[in-house]
């Protein structure tokens, strides 16, 4: 499975929306689901998946997929066959 | 973690929710959630209510804790009450969170969230305001529990001593310091336990098992997070545990086999002497097991002994090691004898007048464990190896004798949910020979060669119990038949799914001039008893002398350990020529029939 397909389930399994409901432009402005618990959610699960740490700059910057693709991409994650 | 599922759940079901515990993710975790809600209803148990106060954001392990609880089992329906809101919520009759009729109340709190000022400013403090904060805060504990009137059970976190206190001399050295405060704030909870519905979730515990790399720090401080979600299903785990005693009742019975369980080595092989159950390894292992055994009976199991024995051996064995730390008059129950030990769970079942579920069953023979579970179904059997390391933490980990106090107490248990299962699947007749045929036993008979050499000499100088003759030949005597074309020596291996038993049995013969086979030796390792492999060497043995012969001759010589083999020879027809003395020879004309079971698959 590809980084964003990685990303994209994980967050279809927090937010409850289908899969199929989400993409890059994803964003705590259109998914409802997307609370602050959410977002802890979203923080320490890809911390687990991934195995890094989100600083806490970074933490605040998680608001949309797009956002949180271009920090994992800052952490060496790849998302080149995405 | 090891995990304990419910018993009425079968493998393929354990196996779909077994992934979330090895991959500990929340999609794995939410799979496995919705998996278990699309079971039989009857199998998920009952409802129960979960009201969560606390005193920071638990909310994010919602589905971590219903798996945890759901695997008990029951379906559990988990609501918070609102942050640092304690004493209203459960003191208010009226409150929300009452209104949600809560069966299982959890207190959750940390001394850093209820009393910050002491956590941060305890260095500017005197003794006298320490102690003025200590006793405030167990003040509040007992207004707490002495306002408490509802029927649910109420379970009181202790508090952990916060991070900011870890490893810090000056108070270490101090009364009424932070860590003075947290034991005795400690201690005046555990005061508490069992009266008005108190139970203890002891948190403090699971935080000193698991350390500090339990606490997400960065995650406490920007969402008051604090518990890793690495950790979420051990902390979730640890809660669900705490309850559990409260939704299924604990085992009455534990079944114990002897040989290599409780005590290293097998009796009636080894020998009295040669036990191990002292203080040297693996002696040791054997010793605290005993211990361990001992203290479940002190807290109210029943203790019971099934062992493959000779009853006058096993009572050898607490009167020569008089110094074990169980005696004979701790187990409620014996069987000593030779049949299947699911027969002897049923005897000692009728005995005592409890159900088949009311028993745990430790054997350290895969073998047994597999014969049990699959003829009793109902009977908990602890999944051990024969290392007494396993046996000893399988049992110390257990959950299955887990109870609040050593007295009766209260369950909120919904009564006779497992009456709802459909149990004509598990009262099906199970016979010994469906399980055998199940174990895809195979055995394979070879003409003994130099390399089996030493092997032979072990099994003629350790059988006892499954030995016609125990003629002990020394290596000199075994050369010599080796190499005389009069004898015939065969040797049987066997194997079955659980693995490789290696050389178990012996068979040696000679033909005299007159074509007569006289059996010397017929022998079988206890290990291998009860399977029926001593037919596939019979047949083996006719099957190489029987174009060459006519009569072949056998002997029984009795002793103190080989009674189980006393009618081994009438068993594949032949006829009693004489008795005398413990000595009862046989004789049969050829040709025999075979006699080899159909669930042994023979290979020559």
Redesign the interface.
């Given at each position: 499975m590809s980084n964003l397909n990685i990303l994209i389930n994980l967050s279809s399994s927090i937010f409850e929306i289908p899969v199929s409901d989400i993409d890059i432009e994803s964003s705590q402005d259109n998914i409802k689901g997307w609370d602050s618990l959410a977002t802890i959610k979203l923080i320490t699960e890809l911390e687990k998946e991934f195995s890094i740490q989100f600083d806490i700059m970074e933490i605040v910057e998680l608001t949309s997929i797009g956002k949180v693709v271009d920090i994992l991409k800052n952490k060496g994650i790849d998302f080149n066959d995405s | 973690m090891k995990v304990e599922y419910p018993i009425f759940w079968n493998q393929n079901q354990i196996d779909r929710i077994e992934s979330a515990y090895k991959e500990?993710?929340?999609?794995k975790v939410?799979e496995a959630l919705e998996f278990i809600r699309s079971l039989p209803a009857a199998i998920q148990g009952p409802d129960i209510n979960i009201g969560i106060l606390r005193t920071f954001?638990l909310?994010?392990m919602i589905d971590y804790l219903q798996l945890s609880f759901s695997i008990i089992p029951c379906k559990p329906n988990i609501f918070f009450g609102d942050f640092d809101n304690i004493e209203q919520s459960i003191l208010d009759k009226d409150s929300y969170f009452l209104r949600q009729k809560p069966n299982l109340i959890f207190i959750i709190w940390r001394l850093e969230d209820i009393h910050p000022n002491l956590v941060w400013d305890i260095d500017s403090m005197s003794l006298s305001q320490r102690i003025y904060e200590c006793e405030q805060l167990i003040e509040r504990v007992g207004l707490l529990i002495s306002g408490y009137s509802e029927n649910a059970s109420l379970f009181m976190a202790t508090f952990s001593v916060p991070s900011r206190w870890l490893g810090v001399v000056h108070d270490q050295n101090r009364t009424y310091g932070i860590i003075d405060i947290v034991s005795r704030v400690n201690q005046s909870i555990r005061s508490y336990a069992d009266k008005k519905k108190v139970k203890i979730l002891d948190l403090e515990q699971w935080l000193s098992a698991t350390g500090q790399c339990a606490i997400?720090q960065?995650?406490d401080?920007?969402?008051k997070?604090p518990i890793?979600?690495?950790y979420a299903l051990s902390f979730s785990n640890f809660c669900s545990k705490t309850a559990k005693p409260l939704i299924l009742p604990r085992y009455k019975v534990l079944a114990v086999d002897l040989d290599n369980t409780i005590w290293g080595g097998v009796v009636g092989e080894d020998g009295l002497e040669d036990l191990q159950i002292n203080d040297n390894y693996p002696g040791s292992v054997y010793l605290q097991i005993q211990r361990l055994i001992l203290s479940l009976k002190h807290t109210g199991v029943m203790i019971v002994a099934i062992s493959k024995n000779n009853l006058s051996d096993v009572n050898l064995v607490f009167e020569h090691h008089h110094n074990m730390p169980l005696k004979l008059e701790d187990f409620t129950s014996i069987r000593a004898n030779w049949k299947e030990k699911h027969e002897n769970i049923i005897s000692i079942a009728k005995e005592l007048n409890v159900g088949m579920d009311s028993f745990v069953f430790l054997d350290d023979q895969k073998f047994e464990q597999a014969q049990v579970s699959q003829a009793l179904p109902e009977v908990r059997v602890l999944s051990v190896n024969s290392d007494p390391l396993s046996i000893y933490n399988s049992l110390r980990s257990t959950s299955f004798f887990d109870t609040y106090a050593i007295v009766e107490e209260d369950k909120v248990r919904i009564r006779d949910y497992k009456s709802q299962i459909d149990r004509n699947k598990l009262k099906k007749k199970y016979t010994t020979e469906d399980f055998l045929r199940n174990l895809e036993l195979c055995a394979s008979i070879r003409h003994l060669n130099r390399g089996m050499l030493p092997r032979a000499i072990q099994l003629l100088s350790k059988t006892n119990q499954f030995n016609l003759t125990t003629k002990r030949h020394n290596q000199e005597t075994l050369n010599n038949m080796l190499i005389d074309s009069s004898y015939i020596l065969l040797m049987l291996s066997l194997s079955d799914r659980f693995g490789d038993q290696g050389e178990v049995g012996l068979c040696i013969a000679t033909i005299d001039s007159k074509q007569e086979v006289s059996i010397d030796s017929f022998l079988l390792s206890c290990r291998a008893i009860g399977r029926g492999a001593e037919y596939a060497l019979w047949d083996a043995l006719i099957k190489s002398v029987e174009e060459t012969s006519c009569t072949i001759k056998a002997e029984y010589i009795a002793t103190l350990k080989n009674t189980v083999t006393a009618d081994f020879y009438t068993t594949v027809g032949m006829k009693v020529e004489s008795r005398e003395g413990g000595i009862v020879k046989y004789s049969m004309a050829m040709p025999a029939n075979t006699k080899t079971p159909d669930w042994i698959n023979v290979k020559t």
């Open positions: - | 500990n993710s929340l999609i939410k954001t909310e994010t997400d960065k995650m401080l920007f969402a997070s890793s979600s690495k």
